[in-house]
Nanobody, 119 residues
Framework: VQLQASGGGLVQAGGSLRLSCVAS????????MAWHRQAPGKQRELVAS???????NYADSVKGRFTISRDNAKNTVYLQMNSLKPEDTAVYYC??????????????WGQGTLVTVSS
């Protein structure tokens, strides 16, 4: 599975961006998808995930502002980010996502896309 993320950029606080992640390869449709982010000097954190069933999950810090969605026909997952804050500045990564008996597993990763929110 190969993942290609895009859509990052520079935006003012309060603005919006939409990130896209296109997946290619075998058995893509069986995977859930997730977005993560890593800010400078901080650990990577899960932002949002969407299971193959369509069930979504969000970090508390983005609930009500970010929306994850997927277009299975296009093998693409999106992250719509509204009301952006400077603290949302980070490199954003997409990954596959599946739940195993030992917890959630993120097996394949795309390259990051930088989101910078100016105050």
């Amino acid at each position: 599975v190969q993942l290609q993320a895009s859509g990052g950029g520079l935006v003012q606080a309060g603005g919006s961006l939409r990130l896209s992640c296109v997946a290619s390869g075998s058995m893509v449709s069986i995977y859930g998808m997730a977005w993560h982010r890593q800010a400078p000097g901080k650990q990577r954190e899960l932002v949002a995930s969407i299971a193959s069933s369509g069930r979504t999950n969000y970090a508390d810090s983005v609930k009500g502002r970010f929306t994850i969605s997927r277009d299975n026909a296009k093998n693409t997952v999106y992250l719509q980010m509204n009301s952006l804050k400077p603290e949302d500045t980070a490199v954003y990564y997409c990954s596959t996502f599946r739940t195993t008996a030992w917890g959630d597993s993120y097996d394949y990763w795309g390259q990051g896309t930088l989101v910078t929110v100016s105050s």
